[in-house]
């Protein structure tokens, strides 16, 4: 259906109470949207208040959890609304799919889920309509996130507004709290049941009420307003029993007894969850150390992160006088124990600058850790959380994450787990693959040919569990590809369709299609290995390679600015490489280098405002410099001083594509 004359529906996602969500395609600017169409009810009448209400609301949120609306039209036929494109699906469908969520990411959910409904409140509005496919799995912005859909029923506080609506037991919100079936006045704390009941099911596999067979609208009302769920430690033995206290509240059949706001029910629920972490196999829980303690000769700084597997703790080395990250386990059962001395020694065998380096492993306590490089910076997960990089940085990332990946396939390993958050960006750009909690050898996949993993990054064969061992790299060169498409165009590919070329997001990246969808092939035989799509994308970059012409590099005559000089000159050889003492740049400069200034700052600055559109600027310099203050000017990058020859190759390939 074209909508407007300018928006194609492709695919039905979901109905609610104000109309029907579609994928679809903006045909004037070519690029996917999500499309909500009101239709079957003439204007004037609830269901089109709704949606009026609905469009009118959501252009005044704005929350990580919520779709970004890019379009309106209520005086249009039919109506419509444009949001950001969706590419996932419904928790609904995961949980038909998949079942109960892990416990870690179910409780992400919740947390998500209350943030987004605090936005609404703040502004005076509550949602009532919170449900399982009312929350979306999505690929937007190039990584997965959950959104809230579904603001049909929202209302603001305060109002009188009831359920009146519905006609038969199938039209009854499921999710929703006893209130809203009676003359009672609107109030947050029914969203804080609506996310409550969502995560209960997320967490447990089961609704909180099962209402499969309800006879009719007064059986369901009975039901919801008489039934408590059982509390989720006693359905699911792996979820903390300090859980079910926050469960028992944020389900209280009366809005007084509930929190009393959604920030309090997320405020108690990471206080739950930072006293102890829960995984799926679980031992003996353990608490982590706090800033300050001493774990044998290193002394805790503070956290970095938690997977699956462990937390991760930022540390100082007392002896050797450096910053590491130490990895802890979660819980003592005799198979995390077992899976983490393998990841240790997975790790150990590689020697690459592009995977993380395994220093020691010990234990403390009884608890195992394992003390690794630490990569200051920051993963790409975070890079690209707030849209696209530059195409230059795409490839890097990706050529350096490639290499690490083959030297973790030549030393018999497979990652199992490549994906943007287990992927760092360190200083001068360096890429580094870390997390090898899942790795494993060709052995392993003949016996368990079905890991665990990331939903999104998995490959075919490994959601069909029929790994064949001596083809399981190629789950790792699927993944890697999925991690391509999503940041050569910010859309992650879907699993459950046939992959878009790169070039139908953005026509610009044509020469990337080709490597790219030889990577994400079904078929694992005929799939491109790591070190294939590495060699393709490399090469398609090479068709889009301007000559490289005028470098400049700026600062006083000195050792290091000679040194540089000569390193670009052997690394360019067919480059203009100009010096100048002082800030006076030509246009049309492809790259300034600013070498051997104390304080590069208040240079940059000036440079800055002389371009109207300035080149890309790199700072060569020894010892502590304000990065983040020249990340502001838009430097692209600072080397140490004297210059490193592999950190320069690897920005000079960002910046100018050589």
């Known amino acids: 259906m074209l909508v407007d004359g300018r928006y194609q529906t492709e695919k039905r996602l979901v109905d609610d109470a104000s109309g029907t969500l579609w994928r679809g395609r903006d045909e004037r600017l070519n690029r996917p949207v999500t499309i909500k169409v009101f239709e ?11 949606f009026v209400r609905e469009a009118r609301i959501l252009g005044s949120l704005n929350a990580p959890g919520l779709v970004p609306l890019y379009d309106v039209n209520i005086d249009a036929e039919p109506p419509y609304m444009v949001m950001a494109p969706l590419q996932g699906q419904s928790l609904e469908e995961r949980l038909q799919e998949h079942g109960r969520l892990p416990v870690s990411a179910a409780l ?61 037991a199938a039209d009854v919100p499921a999710y929703a709290p006893p209130e809203l079936f009676l003359e009672d006045r609107i ?30 609208v007064a059986d369901v009302v009975t039901r919801i307003m008489s039934e408590t769920p059982p509390p989720p430690s006693k359905v699911r033995s792996e979820i903390p029993p300090a859980l079910d206290d926050l469960f028992r509240r944020g389900l209280a059949k009366m809005a007084k007894d509930r929190f009393s706001t959604a920030r309090a029910f997320r405020l108690s629920l990471q206080r739950v969850r930072a006293r102890a972490t829960t995984t799926p196999d679980t031992g003996t829980s353990i608490a982590m150390p706090p800033v300050g303690a001493k774990i044998d000769g290193y002394r805790v700084v503070g956290a970095l992160g938690s997977g699956g597997m462990g937390t991760v703790l930022l540390a100082d080395d007392l002896t050797l006088d450096r910053r590491v990250a130490v990895k802890l386990l979660h819980s003592l059962s005799d198979r995390r124990r077992e899976r983490f001395v393998d990841e240790a020694r997975a790790m150990a065998r590689i020697q690459h600058p592009n995977v993380v380096q395994v220093f020691a492993f010990g234990h403390h ?77 060709a052995a392993e996949w003949a016996s368990a040919p079905a890991p665990g993993g990331t939903p999104g990054y998995l490959a075919p064969e490994c959601r069909a569990g029929q790994v064949d061992p001596t083809l ?4 790792d060169a699927y993944a890697l ?32 299609d080709d490597a790219v969808l030889a990577a994400l092939d079904e078929d694992p ?16 970059a090479r068709l889009l390679r301007d000559e490289a012409g005028r470098v400049f590099v700026v600062g006083p005559a000195s050792d290091a600015r000679e040194l540089l000089v000569g390193e670009l000159e052997d690394q360019l050889p067919s480059a203009v490489v100009s010096i100048a003492e002082e800030s006076r740049i030509p246009e049309g400069v492809d790259v300034v ?29 020894r010892g502590d410099v304000d990065v983040q203050h020249l990340a502001a000017l838009g430097v692209r990058a600072v080397l140490p001083d004297p210059v490193d020859p592999a950190s320069l190759r690897i920005n000079l390939k960002r910046l100018l594509r050589v």
């Open 472 to 475: 399981a790299p190629k789950v």
């Open 593 to 621: 280098f600013l070498v051997g200034l104390a304080d590069p700052v208040p240079m940059a600055a000036d440079l800055y405002r002389e371009f109207a559109s300035p080149p890309p600027f790199v700072v060569v310099a």
């Open 187 to 216: 109030d947050p704390r029914s969203d804080v049941f609506g996310v409550a009941s969502v995560g209960y099911h997320a967490l447990t596999g089961q609704p909180p009420v099962d209402l499969s067979d309800a006879r009719n």
């Open 525 to 540: 035989a005929a799939r491109s290995s790591c070190r294939k799509l590495r060699h393709d994308l490399a090469a398609a």
């Open 365 to 441: 306590d009884d608890t195992p850790y394992l003390v690794m490089e630490h990569v200051p910076g920051r993963s790409v997960e975070d890079a690209i959380r707030n849209g696209l990089l530059p195409l230059g940085d795409a490839l890097c990332i990706l050529d350096q994450t490639a290499a690490g990946i083959d030297a973790v396939h030549r030393a018999g390993l497979t990652h199992g787990d490549v994906k943007p958050s287990n992927v760092l960006i360190g200083p001068a750009f360096r890429v580094a693959v870390a997390d090898f909690g899942l790795s494993r050898g």
């Open 40 to 50: 079957g009810s003439p204007a004037g009448s609830p269901r089109w208040a709704r």
């Open 481 to 512: 590809a999925v991690m391509a498409h999503e940041l050569l165009t910010g859309v992650q590919p879907s699993a459950d369709e046939v992959p878009v070329r790169p070039s139908s997001i953005r026509a610009e990246l044509a020469v990337f």
């Open 108 to 168: 992400d959910l919740i947390e998500t889920l209350l943030e987004t409904v605090e936005v609404a409140h703040a502004l005076g509005f509550v949602h009532r309509d919170i449900c399982p496919s009312h929350v979306w799995f999505s690929n937007l912005d190039a990584k997965e996130q959950v959104k809230l859909l579904g603001f049909g029923r929202v209302r603001a506080a305060g109002e009188t507004g009831t359920f009146s609506d519905v006609a038969t």
